[in-house]
């Protein structure tokens, strides 16, 4: 079988191999274990690889090159409507030859696939759409053209579209999903952790305006106030790094908050079993892969209340709710960290949740998707 990959993340070339993202490409490592060829259609980056890239595994790969398109500004779109045409032809092409065309959405290049895969309604397809599917949910126009498009059976068909979540009233095609970190191998016995001081907050993941990085900063400094024993420490590097520098200068934390920068998945992985919360106020996910790989070593996630987290910490059950008034989640916090009991019923009802989404299901989920 042909695999076509549709997708807007930059890949790499060292050698012989291809680098993407390491979370994105394991994922793709185990759809192409079902294919005998891999097409991916994707921007290409000029960079070395580092310790967030991950090669594919696939030892037949053919790849198309398009230019990474935006839509965000003026001169973007008037860049955009030169290249379109030449993205649309090679995606075109892909399809026409593929076996199997998967889309990864949301984005630009997800957004001319939803339009050109409509001139294919016998071809096989799967649409993995990895941002908010809440349908309340503020977004960009592009998005919601993306999830209409995706979801009108008339247009797209013979399509499963995964989303993260279950949501009332979807049309016959959309298919709630999961995303997983861990084999089954790695589940251990229930981590019956011990919440005491100093207590160790975690963040994970892209310092950028969108995961409000700064607002972990502002919690744990309030705690501190309060007489609470914290740590924070942050993995992971963006934009945003200088300004929580010079947040932690500015409130003398620098004994107390860490920035490790970029990590292995061995490293976070550590981090995660010697922490107590992890910290993700941000303002939009699909499904945040870092609370459930907290949860799944007993790490309390403290989260926006977006997408599918509600559904993900049942309520506040394996975890708390983030409200961003900052009074509010420090009293909440605050209320939590003095109940040891409660906290630890937080920890093993969210290890037993996330336990359940390993990457053996999600790979047997895949052959059940693909047949």
Request: proline share 5%; hydrophobic share 40%; aromatic share 12%.
């Amino acid at each position: 079988m042909k695999f076509a990959i549709i997708t807007h993340v930059d890949h790499l070339r060292a050698g012989d191999s291809w680098y993407g993202y390491s979370a994105y490409v394991r994922e793709m490592n185990l759809w192409g274990r079902n294919a005998s060829q891999i097409l991916i259609v994707a921007p290409v980056s000029g960079d070395v690889p580092s310790k967030i890239h991950l090669a594919y595994e696939h030892p037949h790969i053919k790849f198309t090159k398009i230019p990474a398109v935006s839509i965000t500004s003026f001169a973007e779109v008037m860049r955009a409507m030169v290249l379109i045409p030449v993205i649309v032809f090679k995606l075109f092409r892909v399809m026409r030859s593929a076996d199997h065309v998967h889309l990864r959405c949301p984005g630009t290049i997800g957004l001319l696939g939803c339009c050109v895969q409509v001139f294919f309604p016998k071809k096989p397809k799967t649409a993995k759409y990895a941002g908010n599917w809440d349908p309340k949910a503020k977004q960009p126009r592009s998005y919601r053209f993306q999830k209409w498009l995706l979801s009108n059976t008339f247009f797209t068909k013979n399509m499963k579209v995964l989303v993260y979540g279950e949501w009332p009233d979807q049309s016959k095609n959309i298919v709630p999903f999961f995303t997983a970190s861990y084999n089954r191998s790695k589940i251990e016995p229930l981590r019956d952790r011990s919440f005491v001081p100093p207590f160790k907050f975690i963040f994970v993941g892209t310092l950028s305006e969108g995961k409000r990085p700064g607002y972990a900063v502002e919690l744990v400094n309030s705690l501190r106030q309060l007489g609470i024993d914290c740590r924070l420490d942050f993995y992971g590097d963006g934009a945003e790094r200088t300004s929580i520098e010079k947040l932690v200068a500015r409130n003398s934390l620098e004994p107390f908050v860490k920035l490790h920068g970029n990590e292995t998945a061995a490293v976070v992985e550590e981090a995660y079993k010697n922490s107590h919360f992890l910290v993700l106020p941000s303002r939009s996910e699909g499904w945040p892969k870092v609370v459930a790989e907290a949860m799944f070593w007993g790490c309390v996630p403290l989260v926006t209340s977006i997408s599918c987290v509600r559904w993900m910490l049942a309520e506040g059950e394996r975890g708390i709710l983030l409200t961003l008034d900052h009074e509010a989640d420090i009293k909440s916090i605050a209320a939590c960290i003095s109940e040891e009991n409660i906290l630890k019923d937080m920890s093993v009802k969210g290890q037993t949740w996330s336990q359940n989404y390993t990457l053996d299901k999600f790979e047997e989920e895949i052959k059940t998707m693909l047949q």
